[in-house]
Nanobody, 124 residues
Framework: QVQLVESGGGSVQAGGSLRLSCAAS????????MGWFRQAPGKEREGVAC????????YVAAAGKDRFTIARDNAKNTVYLQMNSLKPEDTAIYYC?????????????????WGQGTQVTVSS
C-alpha cells in the first residue's frame, strides 16, 4: 500500500512559480512510474507530467511544455513538479499518482494509488 502526500500548493500571481512535492510512504517508489495530474472545477482530471522509475524518462503534457519539470528523488521517496511562468489556467487541484498499471503515463485510469491533492491558484 502506497500513501502519497502532496504539498507545495498555494496562491501565486501569473508569472510566478511553485514547486509541488509528493512524498510517498509504505512502499519504495524507485521501481514504479509516478505522475502528476490536475483537475480544475467542472473539468476532467488531466495528466500533467510523468516520470519513469529511474527518472531517466520524463514526459510533460502540452499544457506544461517549457514551463513544468518533473523530477524524482528516490532516496527521499519523493517526486516533484516544478512549475514556472504560471498562468491563471493552471489553477486546479494537483494530484500525485503512483504505480502505472496500464496505458499511457498520463492516463489517470492507469494508476493504482493517488494522493489527496494540493490546491494551486494563479491570479491574473
Amino acid at each position: 500500500q502506497v500513501q502519497l502526500v502532496e504539498s507545495g500548493g498555494g496562491s501565486v500571481q501569473a508569472g510566478g512559480s511553485l514547486r509541488l512535492s509528493c512524498a510517498a510512504s509504505g512502499y519504495t517508489i524507485s521501481r514504479i512510474h509516478m505522475g502528476w495530474f490536475r483537475q480544475a472545477p467542472g473539468k476532467e482530471r488531466e495528466g500533467v507530467a510523468c516520470i519513469s522509475p529511474g527518472g531517466s524518462l520524463t514526459y510533460v503534457a502540452a499544457a506544461g511544455k517549457d514551463r513544468f519539470t518533473i523530477a524524482r528523488d528516490n532516496a527521499k521517496n519523493t517526486v516533484y513538479l516544478q512549475m514556472n511562468s504560471l498562468k491563471p489556467e493552471d489553477t486546479a487541484i494537483y494530484y500525485c499518482a503512483a504505480q502505472l498499471l496500464i496505458g499511457s503515463c498520463t492516463n489517470a485510469n492507469g494508476y493504482k494509488y493517488w494522493g489527496q491533492g494540493t490546491q494551486v491558484t494563479v491570479s491574473s
